[in-house]
Nanobody, 124 residues
Framework: VQLQASGGGLVQPGGSLRISCAVS????????AAWFRQAPGKEREFVAA????????LYHASVEGRFTISRDNAKNTVDLQMSSLEREDTAVYYC??????????????????WGQGTLVTVSS
């Protein structure tokens, strides 16, 4: 399974941005998916996850109500819609997938496949 993240860029505080992850090598419908992020000088952290069917979602408390994870299994894509962005959201965002379709997990080590990351910078 290969993952390719895209859509990062520079956005002002309070703005919105949508990043996307294209999955190839296997049907996305077999995998749950997630977004993680890593800010400069910090460890990689969980952001959001979605089950294979899309009926379950899990968010980190810091993004709940501001970010929305979604997926399109027909297109093999996973998106993260980010709103009310804050400077603290500046990070490289990574998409991930795992071979467990329904159970969501925040632990980095529980995810099997990773994309290369896309940089999101929130600054005025």
């Amino acid at each position: 399974v290969q993952l390719q993240a895209s859509g990062g860029g520079l956005v002002q505080p309070g703005g919105s941005l949508r990043i996307s992850c294209a999955v190839s090598g296997d049907a996305l419908s077999w995998h749950s998916a997630a977004w993680f992020r890593q800010a400069p000088g910090k460890e990689r952290e969980f952001v959001a996850a979605i089950s294979a069917s899309g009926d379950r979602r899990l968010y980190h408390a810091s993004v709940e109500g501001r970010f929305t994870i979604s997926r399109d299994n027909a297109k093999n894509t996973v998106d993260l819609q980010m709103s009310s962005l804050e400077r603290e959201d500046t990070a490289v965002y990574y998409c991930a997938a795992r071979n467990v379709p329904y159970t969501l997990n925040q632990a980095i080590g529980q995810w099997d496949y990773w994309g290369q990351g896309t940089l999101v910078t929130v600054s005025s």
